[in-house]
Structures are given as C-alpha cells and as structure tokens.
C-alpha cells in the first residue's frame, strides 16, 4: 500500500513505539502519493485455519534480494508467530495460494487472500524497514488503513484537495467492523510521515492491530 500522507511528530522506525496523544497535525492527514491497496470484498478474503488451531501462509522470497533485505523481511514475516496463530512459512511447489514478496514499484499488497500466485511488493529503495513489511502482510491478511475506517471522520480530517488527481478513492471511508477497537493513531497501519510512499516511519504492530489480527483469525479460540 503506497501511501504519503502526513501526520507530523512520529518517530523513525528506529525508535519504540510510545503512546502519543494525537497534535491536531496529526489530526489533518494529508494525502500526495498514489497507490493503494485494493479493497477486500469478499467473505473469502481471509486466509484459511488448520485443525492445528494455526494459520499457514506460504510466502517466496524473491532472489533480487540481498541477504540483509531479505533477513528484514523474514523477521517481518516472524514476527507474526509471537503475537497471533498466523504462521508464514516458506512456499512448496504443491501450494495453490502463496505470497510472491517482489522489489516492484512502491510498496503495496492487495486487501486479504486472492488466490493462486499473490505479488506483495516491497521496493528495495524505501520499503526494507520492519513496520512496512508487517504493514503489507497486514494488507494481504485482511486489513485495510486506519484512516479509512468507518469512524475515521471522528477523528481525524482528510484533505482531498491535496490527493493525486485519480487516487481519491484511496482515502474513501470503507464500512469497517473494527474489531470492537477504538481508532489508533499508533496503528502500523495508519499512514505516516516519511521517505519513500510515506512508509519510512513506521513503526510495529501495536496493541490493537494485534487484537484486531487475533480477532478476525479467531487466533485464542
């Protein structure tokens, strides 16, 4: 998900995650990049639980990748195993679904599972940092951004003058659940102020985006 939006005052994905009470900065999201992930539609979106009570994601890994870009994203992808039932696992060629993670153009995966061969792109030049690449897996588990949840008007304002003429929709409000959670402006998946499509100041899963990922994969059942 390719997004620049501006929410000013957040730290560098070098930095732990702390609580921050919202500037009205922050509150003005300002919208300039252009790609997006696609919405998830359908009820066929989430990617299927074993009788184990686990979540198995077959992903590749893309040779065009260093060593070091590729140890980035392995601990992204492990990072999942210490705070939920998804388990992302290396691909065999008997798998029908599996993610192929590429250095395309930007960073960006479609909403929940596909089907089949399933591009996750993560760029070489601005993607490589921990909090994009849980941020994309997010999207291909299922989720969408923070500001466009249901409620987001409550909380923060949208300046659609300032988004890419033909990417509006982007920023367009979606009928979110939520997951029974308030909106969270330390989100991983709420667009931030940095480089490349806004994503080099991400940081990692917070409280909610955990609860919501246990939530909707009914990971403590």
Not at 39 to 57: E, M, N
Not at 81 to 94: A, D, E, L, Q, Y
Request: proline letters at 3%.
């Amino acid at each position: 998900a390719e997004v620049g939006s501006h929410l000013k005052g957040y730290k560098t994905p070098s930095e732990g995650l702390a609580a921050r009470i919202p500037t009205e900065d922050q509150r003005q999201v300002t919208v300039v990049a252009p790609k997006n992930a696609d919405p998830c539609t359908s009820s066929g979106c989430k990617w299927g639980k074993w009788t184990d009570g686990k979540v198995y994601i077959p992903y590749y890994i893309a040779s065009h990748f260093s060593s070091r870009e590729k140890s980035i994203i392995t601990r992204g992808l492990e990072s999942f195993s210490s705070f939920s039932c998804i388990r992302f696992r290396p691909s065999r060629s008997t798998d029908r679904d599996w993610l192929s993670i590429e250095s395309r153009d930007g960073c960006w995966s479609y909403v929940g599972r596909r089907g089949g061969k399933q591009v996750l792109s993560l760029a070489r030049s601005g993607c490589l940092y921990h909090g994009t690449v849980q941020h994309e897996l997010l999207h291909a588990l299922g989720f969408n951004h923070e500001q466009t949840r249901s409620d987001r008007d409550n909380h923060i304002r949208v300046l659609l003058n300032n988004v890419q003429s033909g990417m509006e929709h982007n920023f367009r409000k979606i009928a979110t659940l939520n997951q029974g959670t308030p909106y969270d402006y330390n989100s991983v998946m709420h667009s931030t102020t940095g480089g490349t499509q806004g994503h080099s100041s991400l940081e990692t899963c917070c409280q909610y985006d955990i609860a919501r990922l246990n939530t909707l994969y009914k990971c403590c059942k």
